[in-house]
């Protein structure tokens, strides 16, 4: 019986990684677009884009985590938010501290360092709404 709960608990943890990692892949695609349409199109700063591109992916992932990847922990919408947000500009000032490093000093073209820094900051982002955000 212990096993089977172990079992069941490691593939609902598997399952909500998968969900979360599906959930982020839309959140690059979205948050890529955004700072490609600032960048080439409206020919914004790349810092001033990568900042507002990644304000609105993180709205975008509040919205479906909240709703598909992770349940509701102990904590009211309002705190769970508040929470959220709070790890997601801690993210997000990483983020662009990453993007400066790699366009300025490992001179990538900022489309490269902000995909890189994205991929970096998943890591982040990931285990502080598990841990501090969602938690049941």
């Given at each position: 019986m212990?096993?089977?709960?172990?079992?069941?608990?490691?593939?609902?943890?598997?399952?909500?990684?998968?969900?979360?990692?599906?959930?982020?892949?839309?959140?690059?695609?979205?948050?890529?677009?955004?700072f490609?349409?600032?960048?080439?199109?409206?020919?914004?700063?790349?810092?001033?884009?990568?900042?507002?591109?990644?304000?609105?992916?993180?709205?975008?992932n509040?919205?479906?985590?909240?709703?598909?990847?992770?349940?509701?922990?102990?904590?009211?919408?309002?705190?769970?938010?508040?929470?959220?947000?709070?790890?997601?500009?801690?993210?997000?000032?990483?983020?662009?501290?990453?993007?400066?490093?790699?366009?300025?000093?490992?001179?990538?073209?900022?489309?490269?360092?902000?995909?890189?820094a994205?991929?970096?900051?998943?890591?982040?982002?990931?285990?502080?709404?598990?841990?501090?955000?969602?938690?049941?």
């Amino acid at each position: 019986m212990i096993s089977f709960i172990e079992k069941s608990e490691r593939q609902e943890k598997f399952l909500q990684m998968i969900k979360f990692v599906l959930v982020g892949g839309v959140c690059v695609v979205f948050d890529m677009a955004i700072f490609i349409l600032l960048i080439d199109f409206y020919h914004v700063n790349y810092m001033v884009a990568n900042f507002s591109s990644t304000i609105l992916a993180i709205l975008l992932n509040y919205l479906i985590s909240k709703v598909w990847v992770f349940k509701s922990g102990k904590y009211s919408s309002k705190v769970e938010f508040i929470a959220f947000m709070f790890f997601s500009i801690a993210g997000l000032l990483i983020n662009q501290g990453l993007v400066w490093l790699f366009v300025e000093k490992v001179m990538l073209e900022p489309k490269s360092g902000k995909f890189l820094a994205i991929l970096l900051v998943a890591v982040f982002n990931f285990v502080t709404k598990k841990v501090f955000v969602f938690k049941g």
